[in-house]
């Protein structure tokens, strides 16, 4: 089983930037990647970007794309996100979690950071 923990979160006014952190332990093995996913009040938890830990596939989702980007450190078992010219409409909580096989579910959710972003 993997185990995640974000980090990174925070109050950052419109147009800034934050770096999210999702650190991974446990079998990171068996894993093939890594997502990062948002939930703001009242929301539908929405899918933000996905790396492999091979680094070949990223994927964002259609709000986030230009703006964030997803890395990995491999030997340091993290994913990174680091989001830029950010919206008061990117306030959420964001989670990070694992993705088992290409095109598959996500699991082993962390339990989340919060980002606000102020007008």
């Known amino acids: 089983q993997v185990h995640l923990v974000e980090s990174g979160g925070g109050l950052v006014q419109a147009g800034g930037s934050l770096r999210l952190s999702c650190a991974a332990s446990?079998?990171?093995?068996?894993?093939?990647?890594i997502g990062w996913f948002r939930q703001a009040p009242g929301k539908e938890r929405d899918f933000v970007a996905v790396?492999?830990?091979?680094?070949?596939?990223?994927y964002y989702g259609d709000s986030v794309k230009g703006r964030f980007t997803i890395s990995r450190d491999n030997a340091k078992n993290t994913v990174y996100l680091q989001m830029n010219s950010l919206k008061p409409e990117d306030t959420a909580v964001y989670y990070c979690?694992?993705?088992?096989?290409?095109?598959?579910?996500?699991?082993?959710w962390g339990q989340g950071t919060q980002v606000t972003v102020s007008s």
């Open positions: 979690a694992e993705q088992k096989a290409s095109g598959g579910s996500f699991g082993s």
């Open positions: 446990g079998r990171t093995f068996s894993s093939y990647g």
């Open positions: 790396i492999s830990w091979s680094g070949g596939s990223i």
